[in-house]
């Protein structure tokens, strides 16, 4: 358990730059919990973190019952993500950068996280238990939640930041599938 908290560490500090640095200045989404999270930011300027704790509860409490390092992942990056929300302002770049830095951010913070059996809970939680149960890579099956999600999504979007975060959601989901290759 206790090698596992710098990696969630790490793996939530990533995540919440991504997320403040490079999406939330531009309304772009990721997917998944974080991405409903971020619908709710935009529109009713809730916090994103908290959100992000209440739309993962049912999740949280099978990761509290069963595995507890998945419970600390969720906790950390809700924390950091609501902790750095500052930070939207300090990155001046434009949107395709900001979806290319998104994207490695999120995805390496996750992909870290679940390499080491810990995630942020929410979706990539459900994820990593769909990966176990049918012997799928784990970054396809976040890609594939997070494109229904976001399609859902797409009457609030619009056509521009739709595409811009489908974009972000393939970098990450790319991302996160390479540092959970299995060797």
């Given at each position: ?100 830095f998104g994207g490695i951010c ?78």
């Amino acid at each position: 358990m206790f090698r596992k908290i710098p990696v969630v560490l790490v793996g939530s500090l990533l995540l919440s730059i991504g997320i403040n640095g490079f999406l939330v200045p531009h309304y772009l989404l990721d997917g998944g919990t974080i991405g409903i999270a971020l619908i709710l930011h935009y529109y009713f300027e809730f916090p994103t973190g908290v959100m992000i704790i209440i739309l993962g509860f049912p999740l949280c409490w099978f990761a509290w019952i069963y595995e507890r390092t998945y419970f600390y992942g969720l906790i950390i990056s809700s924390l950091l993500i609501d902790w750095l929300e500052p930070i939207k302002d300090q990155f001046q770049l434009s949107v395709f950068p900001s979806v290319i830095f998104g994207g490695i951010c999120i995805g390496t913070g996750v992909g870290l996280m679940l390499r080491y059996e810990t995630s942020t809970g929410g979706t990539d939680l459900l994820a990593q238990l769909l990966s176990k149960a049918f012997s799928l890579n784990i970054g396809m099956v976040i890609l594939i939640i997070d494109g229904f999600i976001i399609t859902a999504a797409l009457p609030l979007l619009g056509p521009k930041t739709f595409l811009f975060s489908c974009s972000t959601i393939f970098i990450g989901g790319m991302t996160t599938s390479l540092i959970t290759k299995k060797e």
